[in-house]
């Protein structure tokens, strides 16, 4: 079994368990680098949800089946797009599921939203949702599938728990997180003294500073590709569309070869005030400064 497959397998009897003793939580997010099995292990919880016998999901009762072939009517997905052409989670989308969430299950006990890509669930739609997550009527349940935790209002992660189908290696702590944000702020905003105080941040630990130098670049790297007129999902869409709207492909993808070239710098343990200076006068170069 691979190790991705023994992650399902332990987060899956989680949540049976946690159904089966009635108090899953109304809002869960999952954080999965793949949509599919994102969606894959929200549609098991869903069935597990809906599924009325006490071996939950039984796999033979009427819920079950219609859960299996994915047409349970209170089971509900959606990716929130209105129109095809842009792939943004529409607030209208999320006022919708809301109103919808008041009318009565249809045939389970349980009714549940499986809300698809929420990564790109701009702060409006999040908030709607949060409207809801606050107060959900008995028996709904909301199901977030995301890329990333990062990609989510605090406010929204306060209200769900997380199931993460990242790997240690994928997942980004609260603190990387927060020092990518931050530092990606100050760059955007040129300010000199919030960039030295960031660096400073994160170049105390080695490990930590290569891993926020790993998500920078990946960052900057998906910048560059909306440059060039692709677009895929991101973490940190907020900061790569921040980024993609500011500098040019140029910029980008000299902060890219800064990011990896500091890198090395670890590895040959430099000194770190060094590495700091270096890092902002390098940073500030890449974008004309
Ligand atoms: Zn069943």
């Known amino acids: 079994m691979t190790n991705k497959e023994l992650q399902f397998n332990k987060l899956s009897s989680e949540v049976v368990s946690s159904v089966e003793q009635g108090s899953f939580p109304h809002g869960v997010l999952v954080e999965c680098q793949n949509e599919n099995d994102g969606v894959e292990f929200a549609r098991f919880i869903a069935n597990c949800l809906v599924c009325r016998s ?36 529409a607030v209208d989308s999320v006022r919708e599921i809301r109103d919808d969430a008041f009318v009565l299950p249809n045939e389970s006990d349980s009714k549940v939203y499986i809300l698809k890509n929420a990564q ?26 995301t890329t990333s935790r990062s990609t989510m209002l605090e406010t929204v992660l306060s209200r769900v728990q997380t199931y ?3 790997s240690d290696e994928e997942q980004i702590t609260d603190k990387e997180c927060d020092a990518v944000k931050n530092f990606v702020k100050a760059l955007l905003n040129v300010n000199e003294l919030a960039l030295v105080e960031q660096t400073a941040v994160f170049i105390k630990n080695n ?36 980024l993609y709207n500011k500098l040019t492909a140029k910029s980008l993808m000299q902060l890219v070869e800064v990011c990896d070239e500091l890198m090395d710098s670890i590895d040959r343990n430099c000194n770190n005030n060094l590495l700091v200076v270096r890092m902002c006068y390098e940073f500030k170069r890449a974008i004309g400064r």
Request: proline share 4%; net charge neutral.
């Open 54 to 89: 006490n071996n939950k999901p039984c796999g033979e009762c009427e819920d079950c089946h219609k859960a299996k072939k994915n047409g349970h009517p209170d089971i509900f997905e959606t990716d929130g797009v209105i129109k095809s052409k842009s792939k943004i989670f």
């Open 164 to 166: 993460s189908l990242l």
């Open 207 to 242: 490990q930590f500073a290569k891993r926020v130098l790993g998500l920078l670049s990946e960052v900057f790297r998906d910048a560059l590709v909306f440059k060039s007129g692709y677009s895929r999902e991101v973490r940190f869409s907020e900061e790569v569309n921040a």
């Open 120 to 145: 790109n669930m701009n702060d409006q739609a999040q908030n709607a949702i949060l409207k809801i997550l606050e107060e959900p009527p008995s028996y709904v349940f909301f199901i977030i599938v």
